[in-house]
Every structure is written in structure tokens, then in C-alpha cells.
């Protein structure tokens, strides 16, 4: 009996780690920092709920979290219970919205028909006494489908589109998490889809500068059109020089009228960007993120990036096709780090989210 039992414990545990892309669930975000986890066991425990299951199936990335709310309170024991909460003057409609959907949106949650970013979308609509939220599960609906459809044409692979890298315990862990957000929710709820993809743009441009044959700058002393000094850069200045124009133009993007207005992408955002795009292998951006080298002490950040470079360029990954922006992954995760000791914890929550 007690063969069959484990049995049957491990044939569950295999399938709820399956994961099918949802338009309420990317596949590619397991943190539950933000998530009551008593009320993720709960969830995980009830029972199946074939009305629940059905309206859950109905939701298609133009499902807005007001739809979701109207969506069950149709149901007869949720929309008495939330009158009930209504008849007391002292109760808020958030409060009775709380009270009423909470366990619902934590069995959407145990049941994959959320990933944790829906789901903290979805608690903030009436968790949070002040605050104005400006995101919205459409918005974030949409973003999941359109990046699927970015990630599978670069990486001609859908097997491949799993839990992302920057949502691992060991990268926030090392990196900083910003504040209750991780670095791919932080992207993705302060971007819309325009600005993720100029990122990609931004991180294909950048390689181009770093694997340029020959860099440096040159001198026209009278103005003759002619060139009459040129410096040519050694690699750990190119490394320096490229890196700064990267910062320049980040900069410069984040002015009043430019892609970026007012908000202005770090490292972080360029990482997800590009991991969410395809435009990087999820294999080999995890083995760099494993790598000692990353995190040592006194070590110029050119000879990180040697390091794990030649490190990283030994394995398998290095023959693997469809591996992109493979140069400089370790650039931007050097730079990251140095970015990430600047502005941890700096980040404010979901209230300055914007869509």
C-alpha cells in the first residue's frame, strides 16, 4: 500500500511540474516571494473545481482583471459572500473583494492557470489600501504572448521557453532582487512590448561594438576632413569604451520624447530583454550565473568577463546553434552586479508599475 502511494505522490509531483503556456502564465516565472505560501499549500491541497477550471479556460490575454472579478462573482456562493461582506459599512469593496476572490486567484495559482506575476497583479487590485496601479493583467496577458511568439522564432524551439534564469533563487540571491520584484518582473511590468524589443535592439547593436575587428578614435587637427592621429583600442578599452556608450545611449533614450521617456533600463532590463526574446541561451546564461568568476573580489571587470568567456566557451554550450549575443552575456552580467550594489533595494513596488 505504501509502494502505491509513493508511487502515485511522485506521479503527481512529476506532472504539476509540467508547465503549458496559458495566456495568464508564462512558464517562465516560479518566485513566490510576493505569495502567501499557507495559501499556496491550501490551494495546492483543495479539491478540483470544474467551475473554477472552466472560467479559468475562458481567459485569453484580453482578460482584464476587472473581467476576472465579474467572471466569479457570477458565481452564486462567491457573490453571496461578497454581499454578505458588503452589508457591514465598515468593510471596503476591496476588503470584500479580498475576502471573496483570494482563494480563488491561489487555486488559479496552484493549478498553473497563473504564473506569479498574474497572480501579484491580480492581489494588488485589492491587497494594497493606497497605492495607484496603473498595471493591468491585459496588458501583462499580452506581453506573455507576444514575447512567446519573439522567443520562439529566434530560438526555433518551444521546448526551450521554461523557467527563466533570472527568476532562479541563486541569480537573485547573488544579484540583489530589486526590493519585492525580481528583475524579470520589474521589466516586465514597467515596459510595454515596443520598449522590450528596442532593449533587444540596444543588446544586438552592442555586439556589434564589442566583436568589432578594430576600434579606437581618431584625430583631424585642422579640419580638413583627413584624419592626422588615430588611436586604435586594445581590447580591455574597447570592453571599457563600449560599455560606456552603452550607458550613454540608455541615458539618452530615457529623455522626454525618446523610447524610454523617464524610465530609464539598467543591466537587469537588458538581461530579461533579451532572455525573453530569445536572443540569448537560457543554458548558457545559467552556467554563467553558477561561475565563481563572477563573483570574486579585486578583479578588474574585463578579467571577469576573459574568464568566464574562455570558461564558458570550453563546454558544449559554446557548440550548441542558435546561441546569440553569446559575446557579451558576460559583459552585461559583470556590469549588472556592479549595478546591482549601487541600487539595491532602491526600487519602489508595484505603484510606479506602468504599462
Known amino acids: 500500500m505504501k509502494i502505491i502511494f509513493s508511487l502515485i505522490f511522485i506521479l503527481n509531483v512529476a506532472l504539476s511540474n509540467d508547465c503549458f503556456i496559458k495566456p495568464l502564465n508564462s512558464c517562465r516565472d516560479g518566485y513566490t516571494k510576493n505569495l502567501s ?12 473545481n470544474s467551475i473554477y477550471n472552466s472560467i479559468f479556460n475562458s ?8 473581467d476576472f472579478i465579474n467572471s466569479f462573482l457570477k458565481i452564486e456562493k462567491i457573490n453571496k459572500q461578497y454581499n454578505r461582506c458588503k452589508l457591514n459599512p465598515d468593510n471596503s469593496d476591496k476588503y470584500c473583494l479580498r475576502l471573496s476572490l483570494q482563494k480563488i486567484i491561489y487555486y488559479g495559482y496552484s493549478r498553473k492557470y497563473l504564473d506569479a506575476t498574474a497572480t501579484m497583479i491580480l492581489l494588488s487590485k485589492f491587497t494594497y489600501k493606497k497605492g495607484k496601479y496603473s498595471g493591468g493583467l491585459d496588458s501583462y496577458a ?18 526551450n521557453y521554461s523557467l527563466s534564469p533570472l527568476s532562479d533563487k541563486k541569480y537573485l540571491k547573488s544579484f540583489g532582487k530589486l526590493k519585492k520584484l525580481t528583475p524579470r518582473q520589474s521589466t516586465l511590468l514597467r515596459y510595454n512590448y515596443s520598449q522590450i524589443k528596442f532593449m533587444g535592439k540596444i543588446m544586438q547593436d552592442f555586439e556589434q561594438r564589442v566583436l568589432a575587428i578594430n576600434s579606437g578614435v581618431f584625430f583631424d587637427f585642422d579640419g580638413d576632413g583627413k584624419q592626422d592621429e588615430t588611436y586604435i583600442f586594445d581590447e580591455a578599452e574597447k570592453y571599457r569604451l563600449s560599455v560606456k556608450l552603452l550607458k550613454l545611449e540608455l541615458e539618452k533614450k530615457s529623455h ?3 523610447v524610454f521617456e523617464g524610465n530609464k533600463p539598467d543591466f537587469h532590463d537588458l538581461l530579461v530583454a533579451s532572455s525573453e526574446l530569445g536572443l540569448i541561451n537560457n543554458e548558457a546564461l545559467a552556467q554563467m550565473i553558477e561561475m565563481p568568476y563572477l563573483y570574486e573580489q579585486k578583479v578588474s571587470p574585463w578579467i571577469k568577463v576573459g574568464n ?3 570558461e564558458i566557451g570550453k563546454s558544449i554550450a559554446m ?9 557579451i552575456i558576460p ?14 533595494n532602491e526600487t519602489s513596488d508595484l505603484h510606479i508599475i506602468t504599462f
Open 142 to 159: 499580452s506581453k506573455i504572448h507576444l514575447l512567446q511568439k519573439s522567443y520562439t522564432k529566434n530560438q526555433k524551439d518551444t521546448t
Open 59 to 66: 481567459f485569453t490575454s484580453k482578460t482584464t482583471h476587472q
Open 256 to 258: 522626454t520624447g525618446e
Open 37 to 48: 505560501k499557507s495559501q499556496i499549500r491550501k490551494a495546492q491541497r483543495s479539491k478540483e
Open 319 to 327: 557548440a550548441m546553434p542558435g546561441i546569440n549575443l553569446f559575446a
Open 308 to 310: 568566464i568567456t574562455w
Open 331 to 344: 559583459i552585461v552580467l559583470v556590469e549588472s552586479i556592479k549595478s546591482s550594489k549601487d541600487k539595491k
